[in-house]
């Protein structure tokens, strides 16, 4: 099993600048992309940002120019540095990995995507 558990929710006021971060645990072969996705209330999830190891990264409309996603490899965690939130930006942030798993015989397994449990950000204005 491979476990993603975020940290960095909060209540931040518009205009601020917060970080998340995420941490990938567990038998882990390799991590291929890493990122972020977002849902608030009584709307679909949506793309924030994600980060693949060949450096190509992805942004949400939405977020583009306002957030940075970055990755400590070493340490299978991946960051999301967001500048100048909105009242929009509030809603639950999922961490999102693409992986292999390392199995029992040590040979890695097939490409898995992960999700993180979600935390909570809210932007006050």
């Known amino acids: 099993q491979v476990q993603l558990v975020e940290s960095g929710g909060g209540l931040v006021q518009a205009g601020e600048s917060h970080t998340l971060s995420c941490a990938a645990s567990?038998?882990?072969?390799?991590?291929?992309?890493m990122g972020w996705y977002r849902q608030a209330p009584g709307s679909q999830r949506e793309l924030v940002a994600t980060?693949?190891?060949?450096?190509?990264?992805v942004y949400g409309d939405s977020v583009q120019g306002r957030f940075t996603v970055s990755r400590d490899n070493a340490k299978n965690t991946v960051f999301l540095r967001m500048d100048n939130l909105k009242p929009e930006d509030t809603g639950v942030y999922f961490c999102?990995?693409?992986?292999?798993?390392?199995?029992?015989?040590?040979?890695?397994?097939?490409?898995?995507?992960?999700w993180g449990q979600g935390t909570q950000v809210t932007v006050s204005s």
């Open positions: 567990g038998s882990i072969f390799g991590i291929y992309v």
């Open positions: 999102y990995a693409q992986y292999r798993r390392r199995t029992p015989e040590g040979v890695p397994g097939v490409t898995r995507t992960g």
């Open positions: 980060k693949a190891n060949t450096g190509n990264t």
